[in-house]
């Protein structure tokens, strides 16, 4: 079990143009979270899964972010037409849990930088 | 809404000395408390998970502390030592699906 893992971790893109980030949690967690992190801040909830279904998406989340988690393995977190306002560290974290209480821990990855010029 | 603060947004203490880090929040029906450590462009590694139903959490030289009622957690690190210069966060969920909401974080420096 190597934790959760993200690819790239580095990215820089032009605005207006596309980005895609995968994730990887760690084996057989059922639930997966995307963060986002601003210089200074504490990450933000952007959206999360339970397996396959995604369950809540944040008003952060524009119509531009798309986000899968096909069959419940991997996900990815696509930004569509990059705004330098999209600078930032996207994190994500999972956990298992059998059960609709929130008491297990969650873990994170090491999270992308994406800078827009 | 949930809200997390953590007070000082920056604290300076020479090697050995203990530190205590400071975290509020505004609602205290939460399910637990998260703290982490994130290090300078990386990512978020959990330090300790403290249940509700917990007062207190060890491991190693941190030790957690909560109290629901008044709406605070408290992280102690003994004998600090320049390795532990980081910035700390705390979050705790704001459902029971585990959305967590974070404070800013505490940036720690141990100095030799």
């Known amino acids: 079990d190597t934790g959760v893992s993200q690819d790239p971790r580095h990215k820089i893109t032009k605005r207006g143009q596309n980005v895609t980030f995968r994730c990887d949690p760690i084996?057989?967690?059922?639930?997966l979270y995307w963060y986002r992190q601003t210089l200074g801040q504490g990450p933000e909830f952007l959206t999360y899964?339970?397996?396959?279904?995604?369950?809540?998406k944040s008003r952060l989340l524009s119509d531009r972010f798309s986000a899968e988690r096909p069959k419940g393995s991997f996900s990815t977190l696509e930004i569509q037409r990059t705004e330098q306002g999209d600078s930032a560290m996207y994190l994500c974290?999972?956990?298992?849990?059998?059960?609709?209480?929130?008491?297990?821990?969650?873990?994170f990855g090491p999270g992308t930088r994406l800078t827009v010029l | 809404k949930q809200e997390v603060t953590q007070i000082p947004a920056a604290l300076s203490v020479p090697e050995g000395e203990n530190l205590v880090l400071n975290c509020s929040f505004t609602?205290?029906?939460?399910?637990?408390l998260q703290w982490f450590r994130q290090d300078p462009g990386k990512g978020l590694t959990s330090l300790l998970l403290?249940?509700?139903?917990?007062r207190e959490q060890t491991s190693g030289r941190l030790n957690a502390s909560l109290d629901k009622s008044s709406g605070r957690s408290t992280l102690y690190i003994a004998a600090s030592q320049p390795g532990d210069s980081a910035t700390y966060l705390c979050?705790?969920?704001?459902?029971?699906?585990?959305?967590?909401?974070f404070g800013a974080g505490t940036q720690v420096v141990v100095t030799p």
């Open positions: 084996s057989e967690h059922n639930r």
């Open positions: 979050a705790v969920p704001t459902d029971s699906w585990g959305k967590f909401q």
């Open positions: 609602d205290s029906a939460i399910y637990n």
């Open positions: 899964f339970q397996n396959e279904a995604q369950l809540e």
């Open positions: 974290a999972s956990t298992y849990t059998g059960s609709r209480v929130s008491g297990e821990e969650q873990f």
């Open positions: 403290i249940q509700s139903s917990q």
